[in-house]
């Protein structure tokens, strides 16, 4: 009797032993999983802000502010017209009153030689720009964006931001993984508050 109640002892703790090296190696495999979704998402929501945020300088470009909706941004890039500009180096002579002679001044000569399709230019003829306002694998949630103008050092500068949360990226996931999210993180482009056009993920 003892031998068989050792026996069923034994197998009994090597089915623990079994259960309980599997539970910490699943621990420890864990967040490989995170890492490789978390790494695929933010690949492409950061090519994705990035065409925002060519898209954003483009409409600059032509109206010296940034766009402060999808709305006007998608239909600038669906129909607008880039300007084609050349540039020149040049140099003109003038008097100087106080040196009392001639001085030569550099300067840039522009000259506009016509339009392109900012789509075409941009993107491609077969890009769909209304896809833009989309967070990537998120089945239609939209990236937060907004555009002003501040101040820096008494010139008034345009500026904006696009930005997707962490919440927003992992929102199918976010119980799964919740321990390994960070809460308060997400990928932005540009900013509000100084003259950037970077991503914070650089």
Request: aromatic share 12%; proline share 3%; charged share 25%.
């Amino acid at each position: 009797m003892d031998s068989k109640v050792s026996l069923i002892l034994k197998i009994v703790l090597a089915v623990v032993i079994i259960y309980l090296g599997y539970l910490l190696y699943s621990i420890i495999q864990e967040p490989i999983p995170f890492e490789k979704l978390k790494t695929k998402r933010y690949t492409l929501v950061q090519n994705r802000l990035e065409q925002i945020r060519d898209a954003q300088k483009a409409y600059r470009a032509e109206y010296s502010k940034f766009a402060d909706d999808f709305n006007g941004l998608i239909a600038f890039v669906d129909t607008g017209k880039q300007s084609i500009i050349e540039r020149k180096d040049s140099s003109f002579t003038y008097y100087n009153k106080t040196y009392q002679q001639e001085m030569v001044k550099d300067t840039i000569v522009t000259k506009l030689l016509g339009y392109q399709p900012v789509k075409k230019n941009l993107f491609g003829e077969d890009f769909d720009a209304s896809q833009l306002r989309y967070i990537p694998t998120t089945e239609g949630k939209e990236f937060e964006m907004s555009a002003t103008k501040i101040k820096v050092n008494d010139v008034i500068v345009p500026v904006f931001e696009a930005k997707a949360t962490n919440e927003q990226i992992f929102g199918d996931v976010w119980k799964k993984y919740d321990q390994f999210i960070d809460k308060e993180y997400a990928l932005t482009v540009g900013s509000l508050t100084e003259p950037t056009l970077s991503g914070n993920w650089k």
